[in-house]
């Protein structure tokens, strides 16, 4: 009897610690994608920041800072840290167009004063086909102009940056041509903020 009731101590005891850890975890470790559903049919895939390392390098082959595109990293040298993703895709979950985000960490610097870096890619049925393309990156300041690329691209916009961008937001499309309807849209903060 003493035996069952110390392994139900233990047990419960384990139980208990392991609620606790996982209570403990930050909410931007945490974080796994969210999921919504758009008027249109379309979904949009919010990626928290690891998450959306995790999905460039298995879609691109390797993480940002070895990417081989254009002979180098397309955001520049140390743009190695992600800010999240969104991705948005059709009613069948069939990827349409994600856009990423990434920032370069300074040492002894603010996370709101780090550059930010953002790239926005044709996927799916669109994916080397020409295509309109628009990124807009916004930094956390007001009296600081956004940062656009648009135009027709077969692979990517972009890269477009900000100096102090971290917490800024990013907005973007994708049409088949300048004047037709939007065949994919979205919007989000980079970065872990508030």
Avoid at 14 to 39: F, G, H, Q, Y
């Amino acid at each position: 009897m003493r035996v069952l009731r110390s392994t139900t101590k233990l047990v419960l005891s384990v139980l208990l610690l392991l609620a606790a850890t996982a209570a403990m975890a930050s909410p931007a470790s945490a974080a796994e994608s969210r999921t919504t559903k758009n008027a249109d049919g379309t979904y949009t895939i919010e990626y928290s920041p690891e998450e959306a390392e995790k999905l460039f390098a298995q879609e691109h082959g390797a993480p940002l800072g070895a990417q081989p595109l254009m002979g180098s990293n397309p955001c520049g040298s140390g743009y190695t840290h992600s800010g999240g993703a969104q991705r948005i895709t059709d009613s069948g979950g069939v990827p349409i167009v994600t856009a990423y985000s990434w920032y370069k960490d300074i040492p002894d610097n603010g996370f709101y004063e780090d550059p930010t870096c953002g790239l926005l890619y044709s996927e799916g049925n669109y994916s080397g086909k020409s295509m309109y393309l628009s990124a807009t990156l916004c930094d956390n300041y007001v009296d600081t102009p956004c940062a656009t690329d648009a135009g027709y691209y077969a692979t990517y916009a972009g890269p477009v940056r900000q100096t102090h961008g971290y917490c800024g937001k990013y907005y973007f499309f994708m049409k088949k041509t300048k004047t037709s309807s939007d065949l994919a849209r979205g919007s989000f903060t980079v970065g872990a903020c508030n």
